[in-house]
């Protein structure tokens, strides 16, 4: 009788427990949240519009949180809590932060605005409400859509979190021109949402609608999990009649689109240039194989071709470029099958053998584009290492004749001094992301040049009449894309004449045209679709991006001269810039005043200044690293362990009775390639501190399900489809994405299994500093392929259990490893044979460091 009282005691308590969580779950309601988008001329103005409800008994925070494109200032931003709005007030950078300075005591500032992903940054805020209060949040921001092999897209970001109430998207189309073609779908789309989503459409206009009830909203009729989770994206594109583009006017501000159609395409010139150094080892190589195989199969037969490799050497693949016939595109293809990684980085000498090879070039079309393409992940280390002196070389070299592309693959790059050199020659620079897409990403950017049409595009109009001109002269014109240009019409002009000058294929176009300017600006009188002077702002919206983007290149007098004019337009015009922020004010009984910043592609990345592959130096190896073998339950499999001290990472061979050392010099690494293994679709690598011998940031990526897991010693954070999840060491947990199982043990350790496939385990230490330990299970899982400077010993290496020892399982050491000569190995390149140093470390150091 006891037994049954004190368990439905047991079950009743466990019921009110579930019910208080999913209360407090529910505590923070929004009720309405409306995304309303207006498109006019290609500009778009959205205004995203959560009305959020306190629904418990006492005060609780709630949180505004959007991701929007990374292409779009942020223009306003409103909270209202119980009929008091409280604004956000758009300032110069250095005056806002000096404000927020003295209004947090701590004086560091909780940046409102963060990168999230390629497309994607996040803007992010809380405040407190009283129990039963009601908080709304309004945020604005305005982009000019791109046109992109041949279509805009409009991207929303849709994330709740929750069942709303009333939810609603609304993306309203003006385009004067006519709409050629419209579509709107999701990321989350089902068969039962698709019912919510409707599209009104006709020649110049159009409305799409999503409007979801509370049950289409849901993941499964039994819970309020909710199935809006990802992109909702709108793709259309125009109609073109006129040969010299469009020309759109309002309140004196005029905008001119140019993207002709259906022209010859010029032969490409291409000689891609490709970094082969020991960062690249793994995935990366694997991807940009992947990738170069696809890009040869689009070349066309009357384009040239050749391949620059470079780590620490330079090599060329043919003496001369070679015309794409299908015998030399299959010789390519063998050829990129062979590439390996290894080695430093000399971009400088890799980059001028790729001009010389463009400046010797015999045969080529008379008429044609020259380009080249470089593709790196990591700074220069080999060579010329003083990237000004880089930049200056090349662009002394290029000399405007090509055009070169930088594509930096992931956040070991210095993006900024990739866009500087990119933007000095005639090309653009491009994040590549270390993602399971890495090699459409390459294919995409390609696609993207692939098709050169016009080349010195000049874009004139009347001096005397016309003031502000945005950039008017294109070096090349792509195929998909299109030229904007924009300024204010100063005089009373009845006709706004232009003149367009360019070469083709076949011959040197002139195009003229003239727009009436009162028939013009009729046509967007009484628009309901419209915002206003949408076209001025377009114009500042442009310039501003322009003279940003022009002060990279220039020198440094120059480039406060531009970045003061884009100061100025940008607070004129009420948008958050690189150089301006947004302070965003609170009640008075709260933190004052956050801070929204507008983050560059170059922040997003890691401060790293010492590259990995040749940077590994041998030494003598005094202090190993402490080693643990872990049976698993169950099995009498074990799991190796390594803790590195000093910078050195062990791996004991047994059946050689040594231990192997990969000595790191203790400097700060970037990102060390530890394990690939592409059967198990499993990479690993991992981060020295800054001011630590330790490891402090481990990444483990996975090919399928296509996810990442970052462990630093501040948090766990697990990345997929773009998506992030944070989880904190603070407390136990445990999350699931297609089989693979992630476990954190709270301030202990993080496991990550995914099934036939090696586990991965990373311990938190909290002595003498935080740090990392990295530790593997089923390691007779790994196939013969397995690289990376841990993974290449795995194939060999054999391990026993010491059961006599008397310690926790967790804790037994490897059977030999005090016993015999140590060895100590640099790190080298996976298939390159070690060499040893031989060398006798002092057993008692070793026994010491050995000692829980």
């Not at 309004?138 to 069942?163: C, N």
């Not at 909203?217 to 990802?230: A, R, S």
């Not at 330079?314 to 990684?341: D, I, M, Y």
């Not at 030229?483 to 009373?492: P, Q, W, Y």
Request: proline share 4%; hydrophobic share 40%; aromatic share 8%.
């Amino acid at each position: 009788m006891e037994e049954r009282t004190l368990l439905a005691l047991m079950v009743f308590s466990s019921l009110v427990v579930l019910a208080e969580t999913i209360a407090q779950k529910h505590a923070i309601e929004i009720y309405s949240l409306h995304v309303d988008c207006k498109v006019t001329s290609r500009f778009a103005r959205t205004l995203i519009t959560s009305k959020i409800v306190n629904r418990a008994n006492e005060s609780r925070e709630a949180t505004f949180e959007v991701e929007l494109p990374k292409t779009a200032f942020i223009t306003n931003f409103s909270m209202s809590i119980d009929g008091k709005v409280y604004p956000g007030i758009i300032k110069e950078k250095a005056s806002a932060q000096k404000e927020y300075d003295s209004a947090v005591s701590h004086g560091q500032s909780a940046g409102l605005v963060r990168i999230t992903g390629r497309k994607l940054e996040q803007f992010h805020v809380s405040v407190g409400i009283a129990a039963a209060s009601k908080v709304t949040f309004e945020l604005t921001y305005e982009e000019l859509l791109r046109r992109q092999l041949g279509k805009f897209e409009l991207l929303i970001k849709v994330r709740p979190k929750q069942l709303v109430k009333h939810f609603q998207i609304d993306v309203r189309v003006f385009e004067p021109q006519g709409i050629r073609f419209l579509e709107a779908d999701s990321t989350f789309m089902t068969n039962e949402l698709t019912k919510a989503l409707t599209t009104v459409q006709n020649e110049t206009k159009a409305h799409v609608l999503f409007k979801p009830t509370v049950d289409q909203q849901k993941m499964n009729p039994e819970f309020d999990e909710t199935l809006l989770n990802g992109d909702f994206v709108v793709r259309y594109d125009v109609k073109r009649d006129a040969t010299a583009g469009d020309i759109q006017i309002v309140n004196g501000y005029f905008v001119h689109y140019f993207a002709p159609q259906e022209m010859p395409v010029f032969p490409k010139n291409v000689i891609f240039v490709i970094d082969r150094s020991g960062s690249m080892a793994g995935r990366k190589i694997e991807q940009t194989r992947d990738a170069l195989l696809k890009i040869l199969q689009d070349l066309r037969p009357e384009d040239h071709f050749s391949f620059v490799t470079f780590n620490s050497k330079v090599v060329e693949w043919k003496s001369s470029l070679l015309p794409a016939t299908a015998e030399n595109v299959a010789s390519a293809a063998g050829f990129v099958q062979t590439l390996s990684a290894s080695g430093g980085t000399d971009i400088n000498h890799a980059l001028l053998t790729a001009v010389s090879g463009l400046e010797k070039a015999e045969g080529l079309p008379e008429r044609s584009v020259s380009m080249i393409i470089l593709l790196t992940d990591g700074q220069p280390t080999s060579g010329e290492s003083n990237v000004e002196v880089i930049q200056e070389n090349i662009q002394k070299a290029v000399n405007g004749k090509y055009a070169l592309f930088c594509l930096g693959f992931g956040f070991d790059v210095s993006y900024k001094f990739l866009e500087k050199m990119a933007l000095s020659n005639g090309g653009i620079a491009r994040r590549i992301y270390e993602n399971a897409d890495a090699a459409l990403q390459l294919q995409g950017f390609y696609q993207e040049v692939a098709t050169p049409i016009l080349k010195k595009i000049e874009m004139q109009y009347p001096e005397n009449a016309i003031e502000g001109l945005t950039k008017n002269d294109f070096k090349l014109f792509f195929e998909g894309s299109e030229i904007v240009v924009s300024g204010k019409i100063s005089n009373e002009l009845d006709l706004l004449p232009v003149e367009i000058k360019a070469q083709s294929h076949s011959s040197d176009l002139t195009l003229k045209e003239e727009t009436n300017v009162k028939e013009k600006e009729q046509v967007f009188q009484n628009q309901s679709y419209i915002f206003g002077n949408f076209i001025e702002r377009l114009w500042a919206y442009l310039t501003i991006q322009q003279l940003l983007e022009k002060s990279i290149s220039a020198q440094e007098e120059d480039q406060k001269t531009l970045e003061a004019q884009a100061l100025e337009l940008s607070l004129r015009y009420s948008f958050v810039t690189p150089l301006t922020s947004m302070v965003v004010t609170k009640p008075a009984d709260q933190e004052q005043t956050g801070l929204a910043n507008k983050p560059t592609e170059a922040d997003n990345e890691k401060h790293n200044s010492v590259p990995v592959g040749d940077a590994y130096k041998l030494r003598s190896a005094s202090l190993p690293g402490r080693w643990r073998s872990e049976p698993q339950s169950g099995s009498n499999k074990k799991l190796l362990s390594v803790v590195n001290v000093h910078s050195q990472l062990l791996l004991q061979s047994p059946k050689q009775n040594e231990i192997v050392c990969l000595n790191t010099d203790g400097k700060a690494q970037p990102s060390v390639h530890l394990l690939s293994d592409p059967e198990q679709g499993l990479t690993v690598t991992g981060k020295l501190g800054d001011r630590t011998n330790h490891f402090v940031h481990f990444e483990i990526n996975y090919v399928n399900p296509p996810a990442q897991i970052h462990a630093s010693t501040d948090a766990i954070v697990l990345r997929r489809n773009n998506e992030s999840t944070r989880l904190p060491w603070t407390e136990s947990a445990t999350a699931t994405v297609q089989g693979l199982s992630i476990s954190v043990e709270k301030e202990r350790s993080v496991t990550a299994s995914l099934s036939d496939t090696v586990t991965v385990k990373i311990s938190l230490i909290k002595f003498p500093e935080d740090f990392l330990g990295l530790h593997f299970l089923n390691t007779d899982r790994f196939s013969e392929k397995v690289s990376g400077a841990l993974g290449q010993f795995y194939s060999k290496a054999g391990f026993e259990n010491n059961s006599n020892m008397n310690q926790r399982a967790d804790e037994r050491l490897l059977r030999g490893l005090q016993q015999g000569f140590r060895h100590c190995l640099p790190w080298h390149p996976p298939g390159q044979a070690p060499e040893a140093l031989a060398g006798q470390a002092d057993d008692e150091a070793v026994q010491e460091r050995l000692e829980p």
